[in-house]
């Protein structure tokens, strides 16, 4: 049987299917208008989202660009990997840098006169010291520790000898004041001799002739010669040259006391200053790492009362008293540190004045104090006899180095 539908009244011809829509449509209106508002409050908070994590990666960089380590970065490349590769650490200096092979490493083998039975054998008793380097009565000073730790700026010069010839020196693969000596000993060009005199080279014409003075220039603008302290035009057959191992504000505390360094302490001040007017300072050395910072360290712990300072060309540091004041000035150890001994100012005076001890020998020469494990030799006089009964008596007494004896 079939069937009619319809939306429409049979009796009151009324649409009542579009009215219930459209009323249907207006209680939805609210509805649709929340959701309208979810659907945007969902995306805002997705734009939140993302914006958040855009802050997030510039806050994380920010962070980087704060660290001092993010400039201080440094790489480095050698223009042959198969002969010498390098690392830079962070704070690394800019700059191209040229390295010439100076002597090639050799090894050493020593054996001991071995044991009957190596499995039961005994040593003995005693003590066993294991070092590494140094102990000789003489040494090689690098060229890069003269002028107060300025060094040597590697380069050629001339040396023109008083019979008119010359020649020229080439200096820039020279490590040490030995390899320059060297270099002018057995230069083909000129008779010249080259020494170690104290704390300068000396250059001794052998010619025996006038024909020219004696002439020593750098080439160019070369410093060479001038930082070796021998530039030179002299009628005479000698050049001395000027004084070229000193102490100075950049020589490392590692160079001096024939490379023992000072020992200072892990924490807290090494030692007390004691002005004449009976104030007292502690100094802390803490991460110094040159004459220069220990000078520092002294002079603004003192606040000008007692300052510190290294003499012109000399190889100890100085200390002034300006209190006023009219007792004794002192300097002591704290805590067990060794830096006051170390820097050879461990000393009391009855006057103004503290001049600290030797800590830099002299070119090819060690301390006495580094000798016997460095404690030093107690030295007095001595008598010598030669072979036909004749006696001298030397006073080694105030000798400061090795070569000081020997002149002695």
Do not use: C, W
Not at 72 to 95: F, I, K, M, P, Y
Not at 199 to 224: A, E, I, M, W
Not at 389 to 408: E, F, Q, Y
């Amino acid at each position: 049987m079939g069937r009619i539908t319809t939306g429409i009244g049979l009796v009151s011809n009324i649409n009542y299917k579009d009215i219930i829509d459209q009323l249907m449509t207006l209680e939805s209106q609210p509805k649709d208008k929340l959701q309208t508002r979810i659907d945007q409050a969902t995306k805002q908070k997705l734009a939140y989202t993302d914006l958040s994590a855009r802050l997030t990666g510039l806050k994380l960089t920010a962070t980087t660009l704060k660290k001092p380590s993010t400039f201080q970065a440094a790489s480095a490349a050698s223009s042959d990997e198969n002969v010498l590769t390098a690392t830079a650490s962070n704070g690394a200096a800019v700059g191209n840098y040229q390295f010439s092979v100076a002597r090639l490493v050799t090894t050493q083998q020593a054996v001991s006169g071995g044991f009957a039975d190596f499995d039961t054998a005994r040593v003995g008793a005693g003590t066993i010291t294991i070092e590494q380097g140094g102990g000789e009565l003489s040494t090689q000073t690098p060229l890069s520790q003269l002028n107060g730790g300025a060094g040597v700026r590697r380069g050629m010069f001339r040396i023109t000898d008083r019979s008119g010839a010359s020649t020229v020196i080439d200096a820039t693969a020279a490590v040490t004041v030995d390899d320059v000596v060297k270099q002018i000993n057995t230069a083909l060009g000129v008779t010249v001799r080259a020494s170690v005199d104290g704390d300068r080279l000396l250059l001794t014409d052998l010619t025996g002739k006038t024909t020219s003075n004696f002439v020593v220039t750098d080439l160019g603008d070369g410093q060479t010669a001038a930082d070796l302290g021998i530039v030179a035009d002299e009628p005479a057959a000698t050049i001395a040259g000027g004084d070229i191992n000193f102490l100075g504000p950049a020589t490392l505390l590692d160079q001096v006391n024939d490379g023992r360094g000072v020992r200072h302490a892990a924490t807290g001040a090494d030692f007390r200053i004691t002005a004449r007017d009976g104030s007292t300072f502690d100094v802390t050395l803490g991460t110094s790492r040159t004459v220069g910072d220990v000078l520092n360290a002294i002079n603004t712990a003192t606040g000008g009362k007692v300052t510190a300072d290294v003499p012109p060309s000399g190889n100890g540091i100085r200390l002034i008293d300006s209190s006023g004041g009219t007792g004794s000035m002192s300097v002591a150890a704290l805590a067990g540190s060794k830096a006051a001994a170390d820097l050879g100012i461990e000393a009391t005076s009855a006057n103004s004045t503290i001049n600290g001890g030797t800590i830099l020998a002299g070119i090819g020469t060690v301390l006495i104090s580094s000798l016997n494990g460095g404690s030093g030799l107690p030295l007095g006089r001595i008598s010598v006899t030669d072979r036909t009964g004749s006696t001298a008596v030397v006073d080694l007494a105030g000798s400061k180095t090795v070569r000081d004896i020997l002149n002695r």
